[in-house]
T-cell receptor, first 113, second 115 residues
Framework: DQQVKQNSPSLSVQEGRISILNCDYT??????FLWYKKYPAEGPTFLIS?????DKNEDGRFTVFLNKSAKHLSLHIVPSQPGDSAVYFC????????????FGEGTQLTVNP | KAGVTQTPRYLIKTRGQQVTLSCSPI?????VSWYQQTPGQGLQFLFE???????NKGNFPGRFSGRQFSNSRSEMNVSTLELGDSALYLC??????????????FGPGTRLLVL
């Protein structure tokens, strides 16, 4: 049972344009959501997070939107840069799950110069 | 402040052997979690240790075990290795492992290949 899903395995955008990565979840107990970026041969690097009491969180070029009624979140990167090319993972945790993170399958973002 | 470190970075073992992986968390972090990443299953939670006690466990067989020492360093052991255990094993640390609103920081991982 995949509780966190990233339906797009890959996404390709032009440098300077917006990248939108999507994530859906099914578990209503999730109340904290995170995005991680992963380069080959490295561990995931924390990017940005959002609590279920908010619907938007910004950090520089990165913005995460949360739609609780649709159980959907998205990560917007504006403007996209070639260095953003990586695999992006959406992850979720809940009050009852402690530190356990449930991850999506990841989306490979390629930003073309 | 140094990040999460994992040793070794790469390992090759044969079926039936056992393996021990090590993780040193960020200084001051007391929670250590382990994840397995495979192409087919993505990142799967193995277990979490806090103050030398296993506090949370994922859906993995008993061949996967771990422990945590008083300095918060953690080890993960896999016994009777199977081909399907080939994966990237990631360790993550956080201050208290409180879940919501507490970010976990990952190490570079140990790439295990079972032949």
């Amino acid at each position: 049972d995949q509780q966190v899903k990233q339906n797009s395995p890959s996404l390709s955008v032009q440098e300077g344009r917006i990248s939108i990565l999507n994530c859906d979840y099914t578990n209503s107990m999730f109340d904290y959501f995170l995005w991680y970026k992963k380069y080959p041969a490295e561990g995931p690097t924390f990017l940005i997070s959002i609590s279920s009491i908010k619907d938007k969180n910004e950090d520089g070029r990165f913005t995460v939107f949360l739609n609780k009624s649709a159980k959907h979140l998205s990560l917007h990167i504006v403007p996209s840069q070639p260095g953003d090319s990586a695999v992006y993972f959406c992850a979720a945790s809940g009050y009852t799950s402690g530190s356990r993170l449930t991850f999506g399958e990841g989306t490979q973002l390629t930003v073309n110069p | 402040k140094a990040g999460v470190t994992q040793t070794p970075r790469y390992l090759i073992k044969t079926r039936g052997q056992q393996v021990t992986l090590s993780c040193s968390p960020i200084s001051g972090h007391r929670s250590v979690s382990w994840y397995q990443q495979t192409p087919g299953q993505g990142l799967q939670f193995l277990f979490e240790y806090f103050s030398e006690t296993q506090r949370n466990k994922g859906n993995f067989p008993g061949r996967f075990s771990g422990r945590q020492f008083s300095n918060s360093r953690s080890e993960m052991n896999v016994s009777t290795l199977e081909l399907g255990d080939s994966a990237l094993y990631l360790c993550a640390s956080s201050l208290m492992g409180g879940g919501a609103l507490e970010t976990q920081y990952f190490g570079p991982g140990t790439r295990l290949l079972v032949l």
